[in-house]
Structure formats: structure tokens, C-alpha cells
């Protein structure tokens, strides 16, 4: 077991430190304190006050059990894809060759979709600005806001041009929108697991609130993958990705977990077919895992229940040592036996100096005090 500590501003861990235990001590001894040691000495104490076992399934089991993955696409409309009628733009419809937001629709579209039960996909588009003249920032690309799904690969490439001939691409680069909207649908969602595609060309402009929705979306059945076209500065991506140092939230909160994978395009145009694929949807199923074995979600729908350990009493139940009877208080508090965990003072286990057994040393009452020449 190796304990680590978090540091509070940055979030970084430290190692501070290791114990050695077995599962079974874990789960049957009340209360236990094992001594966490480095190459400095003694680095503190470790108290299990629960341990737990739990079965973790593997993400085929989930699949084969009928649990959906839904696919949402959002597609990058600001003006700095530049013109699609250009063949510089990254819009550009071109005849010999699809551009790089057709390659990544239908690379990771045709694997995930095979998972989509009723092959339905929402299509979302943000950074344009609309026959109104406002500009949105999540918009559904078949321009009717009670029907933002439609059917099939060929359906999301359809929808996509159809959205190119009624918008102006406009700006600015926001992406907090689009996953709280993905994340909504998320919360309501059962036995379904969301993957939203951002397919973009440029430094979004929101990283903060895009910060935010990820930690608040982290406790969700929900992924994100984030595919950077273009030649643009990716540098507050590889911050979202959170490899590295976990993501907090303005007001504090930590992350629950890593739901975002950052890939640049321009690293896989010319590594050949599904390499892109391959490479953005490589930690879906752990992905996917951490969150079922967090939200206690199984396969039938039933988490099986884990085997807890015996939790010591706590100085409340008693108001005096079972050795002497002298009463708790603030200078003479409440300790416990490390064999029988009987509530004693600290001067009755000070009494019993330490049991020598084939663990390391621990305090005991008197009643568990064995002399070391027993």
C-alpha cells in the first residue's frame, strides 16, 4: 500500500511513504494503525477505519450486458477555420480528400457507433452566428432545436454541410456550453454512457468555466474527446487533459476523475488509416470503469455489496478507561487497544509498553499484554 499525499495548491502528489498488509487484515482487524515508513525513518500512521472489497468489471462485460454509449459531435463554427468555400479553410469541401472534421467524424463515429443501440447522434455546433444575428455557442446543426439527433455516420456528415450553408462562422472559441448541455442530457440518461466529440480548430476562450463544467460533469457517465485541427496553440488543451495535475474547479472542488483526452490531428494525418481512432478512444474503457466502480454501477444493474471491516467504537461510546475508570477528557482522552480495541487512557496502555507478535509493535491493554519472554 502506498500512501500519498496531496498538496493543496497544486494538486500534485508526493509519496510520502508505504505500508505492508494483507487483504485480510485489512477487512477483519477493528481500528488497525500500521506505521507508514520511508528511506527518512517513520512518516506517520496509517488508521484503516473502513476497508471494503469490491468486484470491478471490465468494460466488455458492460457492452455485452446491453449498456448504451452514445455518441454527441460538436463542431468548431468560428471564423478562424476561414472560408469554406476556400481550399484553406478547414472547412473546405474537398472533392479528392474529406477535411479534417469529415476524417474525425467518421473514424471515431464508425467504431463508437457500433455500440449506439438506436444509432442516433446529436449534432452540435457552437462560435456561429445565426439567421438572427446571434451567435451561439451550442446549437443544434440541424437548425431545430427540439431535433438535435439524426441517423447514422452519414447523417452527422449530412447534417454538418447543411449547418455550413446556414450559419456565418463567427466566434468566440467556447466549449463550458456545450458540456454542461452534454452533461444534462448525462444526468437524465439511463444505462447510457456519453462521449462528447469536440472537433476544434483554436484556444478556446472560456478555460476557466470550461474548467468548472469538466469537475462538475467528472461524476457523470461522460467522456470527452477533444480533437485540435490546424496548426493553432494547443498549450490550454494539454491543461484540460489533466494528465498530469487534476483539474479544480473555481470554488475548489477537485475532480472526480479524468474524462478528457486531448489529441491533435495534425500528429495522425499521415499515420494512416484508424490511427486517429485508435489513439482518442484508448482510455474510454478505463474511462468508463472508473466511473462505474465509483457511481456503484454493474453490468445487471445490481453493484454487488463489498465486504466491509469491523469500525472500532469511537470515545463517545465509553466516558472512562475500562482499566482504571478514570474518566476522559480534554487532557486525558480516549486511546484503544490495538488487539481487543478496549477504550483505554493513555497511561494504561503506556502501562502495557507493546506486544511483540510477527507484525510490527503495537500498544495494548493490559489484559492483551504478553511479557517478551512468553
Known amino acids: 500500500i502506498n500512501a500519498e499525499y496531496m498538496g493543496e495548491a497544486s494538486g500534485s502528489h508526493q509519496l510520502i511513504g508505504s505500508v505492508e498488509s494483507s487483504l485480510h487484515q485489512l477487512s477483519t482487524e477493528p481500528g488497525l494503525r500500521m506505521a507508514i515508513s520511508n528511506n527518512k525513518g517513520n512518516s506517520g500512521t496509517l488508521v484503516v477505519q473502513y476497508a471494503e472489497v469490491r468486484q470491478r468489471f471490465s468494460f466488455v462485460e458492460y457492452v455485452k450486458s446491453g449498456f448504451d454509449i452514445s455518441l454527441v459531435v460538436a463542431i468548431d463554427f468560428t471564423a478562424s477555420n476561414l472560408d469554406p468555400r476556400k481550399p484553406e479553410s478547414l472547412h473546405y469541401r474537398n472533392p479528392v480528400r474529406p477535411n479534417p472534421y469529415l476524417t474525425a467524424i467518421m473514424e471515431i463515429g464508425e467504431i463508437v457507433a457500433h455500440y449506439d443501440k438506436d444509432q442516433m447522434f446529436p ?11 446571434t451567435v451561439s455557442h451550442c446549437f443544434p446543426c440541424t437548425m431545430n432545436p427540439q431535433q438535435e439527433e439524426v441517423a447514422g455516420i452519414q447523417g452527422i456528415i449530412d447534417t454538418y454541410a ?17 458540456i454542461n448541455h452534454t452533461a444534462d442530457r448525462a444526468r437524465v440518461a439511463t444505462r447510457t454512457y456519453h462521449i462528447l466529440l469536440i472537433i476544434t480548430d483554436g484556444e478556446i476562450c472560456d478555460l476557466q468555466a470550461t474548467i468548472n463544467a469538466i469537475v462538475s460533469a467528472s461524476k457523470l457517465p461522460l467522456s470527452i474527446i477533444i480533437v485540435g485541427v490546424g496548426e493553432a496553440d494547443f498549450g490550454k488543451m494539454d491543461t484540460l487533459d489533466a494528465d498530469d495535475v487534476p483539474l479544480r474547479s473555481s470554488s475548489g472542488e477537485l475532480m472526480d476523475r479524468d ?8 500528429d495522425f494525418a499521415s499515420a494512416g488509416k484508424d490511427a486517429l481512432s485508435r489513439e482518442t478512444l484508448a482510455e474510454l474503457p478505463r474511462q468508463f470503469q472508473d466511473w462505474a466502480h465509483h457511481a456503484k454501477v454493474a453490468p445487471n444493474g445490481q453493484y454487488p455489496a463489498g465486504r466491509p471491516a469491523a469500525v472500532p467504537q469511537r470515545a463517545a461510546n465509553r466516558s472512562a478507561c475500562t482499566m482504571c475508570e478514570r474518566s476522559f477528557d480534554l487532557f486525558h482522552r480516549c486511546h ?13 496502555l503506556r502501562w502495557s509498553r507493546c506486544l511483540a507478535l510477527a507484525g510490527p509493535q503495537q500498544k495494548v491493554c493490559a489484559r492483551c499484554y504478553v511479557p517478551p519472554d512468553v
Open 259 to 266: 474524462i478528457v483526452q486531448f489529441v491533435p490531428f495534425r
Open 123 to 133: 449534432v452540435l455546433g457552437f462560435g456561429a452566428r445565426m439567421q438572427d444575428g
Open 336 to 348: 484503544h487497544c490495538r488487539k481487543c480495541n478496549a477504550e483505554c487512557c493513555r497511561r494504561c
Open 162 to 178: 447543411t449547418a455550413l450553408n446556414n450559419v456565418e462562422l463567427y466566434g468566440p472559441t467556447l466549449f463550458a456550453p456545450l
